[in-house]
């Protein structure tokens, strides 16, 4: 299979041993890409998931930009995001 469909993969979730982290931006006309960057627990125990926002070129329709990444609860905590510096 390509690179590109296994990224499209569907993912089964157990939600008694993972949850799911979202990051969903407003509608736009613009390609936009969220790129995860890092997932970290901070010395208070929060989860810090930093990623990066990516625009491209204007659409001729418009997207909700959005990502989910899959985390095991053994990480669990507060969650914070942390958008970095945009690329």
Request: aromatic share 6%.
């Amino acid at each position: 299979s390509s690179a590109a469909s296994d990224v499209y993969k569907r993912q089964k979730i157990d939600f008694k041993h993972q949850y799911v982290i979202s990051v969903t931006l407003p509608e736009t006309n613009i390609h936009t890409e969220i790129i995860p960057v890092g997932l970290k627990k901070a010395d208070d125990g929060k989860i810090i998931f930093s990623y990066q926002i990516k625009l491209g070129d204007k659409l001729t329709y418009t997207m909700v930009p959005s990502l989910l990444i899959i985390v095991d609860r053994k990480h669990d905590g507060t969650v914070v995001l942390d958008a970095v510096e945009n690329i």
